[in-house]
């Protein structure tokens, strides 16, 4: 049984439809921005506050930590975790990956004032057209599956990606 590893920018829903992915397939939910704090035993603000690559290096720690963890989890990754290939192959060698995929429009919506996430601060409009124009092709990379949640439910988007989960695990 693989994890089931959700990967997209801020405000896709990672953390939304992979608690309700995880409720739905009856096994544990967890968020590498959380494992990360507590691995680090400091606060998220803490660890940026020192430094982008502080808190890239616990993230890294987090994945490798929850990927090979022999219970099948629900990992909604942060943002920026396919940056970095070594997390994009262990997340692919131990789980189905799914971008999460979605319009700046929408995304926009999602994040409001982009409190608590550094990388949106003054203008989050621009910063997630700038971060998907970079970002695409990393998340293209790691995942074996696409689900585009533009003007979907929370209920659709978890539908959708626990069949792209189903497929995937049952292809040869
Ligand atoms: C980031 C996304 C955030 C968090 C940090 C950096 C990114 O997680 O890891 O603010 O680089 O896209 P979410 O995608 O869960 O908001």
Same mark, same amino acid.
């Given at each position: 049984?693989?994890?089931?590893?959700?990967?997209?920018?801020?405000?896709?829903?990672?953390?939304?439809?992979?608690?309700?992915?995880?409720?739905?397939?009856?096994?544990?939910?967890?968020?590498?921005?959380?494992?990360?704090? +507590?691995?680090?035993?400091?606060?998220?603000?803490?660890?940026?506050?020192?430094?982008?690559?502080?808190?890239?290096?616990?993230?890294?720690?987090?994945?490798?930590?929850?990927?090979?963890?022999?219970?099948?989890?629900?990992?909604?990754?942060?943002?920026?975790?396919?940056?970095?290939?070594?997390?994009?192959?262990?997340?692919?060698?131990?789980?189905?990956?799914?971008?999460?995929?979605?319009?700046?429009?929408?995304?926009?919506?999602? +994040? /409001?004032?982009?409190?608590?996430?550094?990388?949106?601060? /003054?203008?989050?409009?621009?910063?997630?057209?700038?971060?998907?124009?970079?970002?695409?092709?990393?998340?293209? /990379?790691?995942?074996?599956?696409?689900?585009?949640?533009?003007?979907?439910?929370?209920?659709?988007?978890?539908?959708?990606?626990?069949?792209?989960?189903?497929?995937?695990?049952?292809?040869?």
């Amino acid at each position: 049984m693989s994890h089931l590893v959700l990967v997209g920018l801020m405000g896709a829903g990672k953390t939304t439809v992979g608690r309700r992915c995880a409720e739905r397939l009856d096994r544990p939910f967890v968020d590498t921005d959380d494992l990360a704090v +507590v691995l680090a035993g400091r606060p998220f603000a803490e660890l940026w506050a020192e430094g982008e690559t502080t808190f890239r290096a616990w993230e890294r720690r987090a994945v490798a930590e929850i990927a090979k963890s022999p219970v099948p989890h629900v990992i909604a990754c942060g943002g920026g975790v396919v940056l970095d290939p070594d997390n994009r192959r262990v997340l692919r060698d131990h789980g189905v990956v799914v971008w999460l995929r979605a319009r700046t429009d929408t995304l926009t919506a999602r +994040v /409001g004032d982009g409190a608590g996430r550094p990388l949106l601060a /003054g203008n989050p409009r621009g910063a997630l057209a700038r971060l998907e124009e970079v970002r695409a092709p990393s998340y293209e /990379g790691a995942a074996h599956a696409i689900v585009d949640v533009d003007g979907t439910t929370i209920d659709e988007a978890t539908d959708a990606v626990l069949a792209a989960f189903a497929a995937t695990e049952a292809a040869p």
